[in-house]
């Protein structure tokens, strides 16, 4: 059985420019997040004209994960050619797929996806962003990527220009019947570690309980920080 439950709050901001999206097709499901980039609403423009197209997709020409981020990519590349505005309209985007048994998943930008097992954080999608590179060429710590200086600085985004594929797919899985998954911009992750979330995962009979546990953790950590905005879908498979 699967459960899920999402939220989605402005944090310090007066506009939330993220959006979440959960579609469901017969015994499949797409669970959606996007982080816009811009600012005087185009951001928010951004993030949901990705989220609309790729639920779009799912329900009537879906033809896998790659194919949909191609796709969000060159409706978001033309609506900013239709403004003018190529340089003001981006956005991350992270995308999970659960359909008979198995999960996949893919993302862009620093929104991430979490999976755990019973209550146990197993592996998370990577940052395309400056201070993730830094971890990844040895010179900073993993626990250091959060508060960076450098942290909002993203390498690769939906609506930047693509030569090639900017998007990230992970390797397909097999689910088995205590998993749980948490796609979270980095309004949420910022402000809550991982020994947290699996803590509270643990104590979490269903994702609204484990959503609303780490929400309280956020905002304790995020106060008096003008927190950025903050999005999240929990999943239990179960």
Known sequence: MIRFASISKNGGRAVN????????????????????LGGHGLGEVASKLVVDEAARLFLS??????????????????EQLRQGI??????????????????RWGHVGDSRIYRFIKWKNVSRTLDHSVP?????????KEKNIR??????RLIRVMGMEWTGPKYELGDEVSLNQNESFL???DGFWEWIVEKEMERLLKESPDPEVWLEKMEAEVLKNGKNAHMDNYSAIAVYIR
């Not at 508060?147 to 909002?152: F, K, P, S």
């Open 147 to 152: 508060g960076h200086a450098d942290r909002n």
């Open 61 to 78: 020409d879906w033809a896998g994960l790659g194919a949909c981020f191609l796709r969000c990519q060159e409706k978001l590349t033309d």
């Open 17 to 36: 420019e993220d959006c979440v999206g959960i579609v469901q097709n017969a015994d499949s499901f797409l669970f959606l997040l996007a982080d816009g």
């Open 183 to 185: 796609l979270c911009s």
């Open 86 to 103: 190529a340089d003001g309209m981006k956005t991350t985007l992270v995308c999970l797929e659960i359909a008979g048994g198995v999960a």
């Open 132 to 140: 993730q590179m830094l971890v990844l060429a040895g010179e900073l």
